[in-house]
């Protein structure tokens, strides 16, 4: 795993609080030459002055956030490299890279130059308050995970119907959940876990299942159960704790291996089982 801290680059570049986006290029297209058409491509859809400018305006004007951010990520790096053996029998050929984005995510896997990158925001972080060492390393040990599955499984299957969708996101979250436990050496760990949120999941954990297998039986949307900007009941992410636990199930009979290379039809099966439904295959 190599790493790439870009913060003495931010700084440099924006030396006050004023975004410039020739400069930005300049800076991302040093990172990698795709990196600012990834970027840009992906904020398209939003208003840039109304939606991305500002977050990225009042990170810039918090350059000691920044650099603790960037001592905090070097920290964080150096324990993974020593914890992955612990998931990865060979070496993990990844590249993470804490850079300046446009509002694009906190943290993301995808390819550069036909390489594997984890993007990890510095405005994103900042923003939402994951600057802190555990919510960072938590941040990062789920990307990693979703790199375990790449590596190992297949991290994609056709997806051309709602709940095959909804089982691609519960069964990639769940693993990479699985993963970031492993790394944490902890199986009870959560990074979401805060003003109640475990004790709330487990709780109703049999509505929550029962809910999914609904929506996946009627072909409804799920998207409220993932990403901090929905709830579920009154909580987010609450997709992360099915699929994690979903995942744990299927250890029982498979390995987490055999697990992450399964289709669409096998895992809604599996999901017949664990949720006491019948599902579509």
Known sequence: ????????????????????????????GAIHPELPKL????????????????VIETVLGEPERIRHLGSRFEHVVAELQERLPVLFDKECEVTVVLYLGL????GRVTFLGGKKVVLLGVEKVLELNWDSEEKLKALLYH?????????????????????????????????AMVCEQILSK??????QDENGWLAWCQEQEPMIKEEYGRRLEQEESTQDFFGDWCD??????VGY?????????????????????????????????????????
């Not at 509002?103 to 906190?106: F, L, V």
């Not at 579920?232 to 992410?237: A, I, L, P």
């Not at 992450?260 to 599902?279: S, V």
Request: charged share 30%; proline share 4%; aromatic share 14%.
């Open 186 to 191: 902890d199986e009870r760990y959560y990074h």
């Open 143 to 175: 990307e990693i995970g979703h790199i375990w599955h790449e590596i190992y499984g297949n991290l994609e299957f056709p997806a051309h119907t709602q709940s095959r969708q909804s089982m691609l996101q519960l069964w990639q979250e769940g693993i």
């Open 103 to 106: 509002c694009n995510a906190a």
């Open 241 to 281: 704790y099915l699929g994690c636990r979903f995942v744990r199930w299927m250890m029982k009979e498979n390995d987490l291996r055999e697990i992450a290379a399964m289709g669409a039809a096998e895992l809604l099966e599996k999901y017949t089982r664990f949720a006491g439904k019948e599902l579509p295959a």
């Open 39 to 54: 970027c840009e491509e992906d904020t398209a859809k939003y208003e840039f002055e109304k939606d991305v400018l500002p």
């Open 1 to 28: 795993m190599k790493t790439v801290n870009t913060v003495p680059e931010i700084l440099s570049t924006f030396p006050d609080s004023h975004f410039d986006k020739q400069r930005w290029r300049d800076y991302a």
């Open 232 to 237: 579920f009941c009154g909580y987010s992410d």
